[in-house]
């Protein structure tokens, strides 16, 4: 556990070969923490491999799914210093960062931010921290592919809520005094988060949320960046990605990502000429499938290659 100032402490971990590449994973979200998925990107034999849980979520503390758990440190500019605490805690000069989903916008952040620090860069899922982005799944842009879902996701609010920001009016429920008011709204919202087959939306929750914990831990810390827009000016990370020219990168991306449409990355990839795009068929915004694991255990194999 790291200490990472205002009671908050971080879980971390190391795994594979102490004398490896350094890599640090940076997980989605917000608040979803990492998982041994995460390990298997990765030769143990070739990489020194760094994974942490994020401020209130997985093993760090305080927990999110406890109602007294302050969130007001719980930002984005706080959590790259989080990042860049324990890299120096751990001595390492350069790492390739590997991130998904809410994970590859604080990847590319940090890059920006230190990129004599970054080796090479790897992301799946990819968002950019724009309000847009933001607005396209939280704020009823993805009604247009799920009204049903969405209409069951607004519906479940306060009839004074149901016109207004969404997301907002969720935050507010899973900090409500009341147990019961945040135990549905955290299951509501984790339905709409459930919603990831290709084949047809899903009508239950996805099993990463059959814990009642976790539920309502990213339950609250996604709400919490959604309603702050994570603190990011529209269109900085595009607009910085100057900063990333002189590291490689490779961006592996389901066509059929609902979550994370597609367009998204190839507007990155205009901006950061330097990045290799790969496109994965048949395949959405779940990075643990087969194929998008596949080509993430392949980008991260091409880059063992490279001196850290």
């Not at 034999?45 to 760094?50: E, F, W």
């Not at 595009?238 to 998204?264: E, F, K, N």
Request: glycine share 8%.
């Amino acid at each position: 556990m790291l200490g990472v100032g205002d009671g908050n402490f971080i879980y971390w971990e190391t795994c594979g070969n102490p004398a490896g590449k350094p890599a640090v994973v940076l997980h989605g979200g917000p608040g979803s923490g990492c998982t041994t998925w995460h390990r298997r990107l990765f030769d143990p034999a070739k990489y020194r491999v760094v994974l942490f849980d994020q401020r209130n979520c997985g093993r760090s503390s305080p927990h999110a799914s406890r109602c007294e758990t302050d969130l007001s440190s719980n930002c984005t500019l706080n959590l790259l210093a989080d990042i860049e605490l324990l890299r120096s805690r751990l001595e390492i000069d350069r790492w390739m960062v590997l991130g998904g989903s809410w994970g590859s916008t604080l990847a590319l952040l940090h890059a920006q931010a230190n990129p004599q620090r970054v080796s090479e860069i790897v992301l799946w899922g990819v968002t950019t921290g724009r309000p847009q982005e933001f607005d396209w799944w939280f704020r009823g842009g993805a009604a247009l592919l799920f009204p049903e879902q969405w209409e069951r996701l607004r519906d479940a609010l306060p009839a004074a809520d149901r016109h207004g920001d969404v997301a907002s009016a969720y935050y507010r429920l899973l900090h409500d005094p009341d147990s019961a008011v945040r135990t549905d709204a955290a299951m509501n919202w984790c339905r709409w988060e459930s919603i990831t087959s290709l084949s047809a939306p899903a009508e239950n929750l996805s099993p990463r949320f059959l814990d009642p914990d976790f539920r309502l831990s990213y339950a609250r810390i996604v709400t919490h960046y959604v309603t702050n827009n994570a603190w990011l000016e529209d269109d900085a990370v595009l607009r910085d990605s100057v900063r990333l020219s002189d590291i490689p990168g490779i961006m592996v991306s389901g066509r059929y990502d609902v979550q994370a449409p597609l367009g998204w990355a190839w507007e990155l990839k205009k901006a950061w000429p330097g990045v290799r795009h790969v496109i994965v068929e048949k395949a959405g915004h779940d990075g643990s499938t087969a194929a998008i694991t596949t080509e993430l255990i392949a980008a991260t194999d091409e880059f063992a290659l490279n001196r850290a």
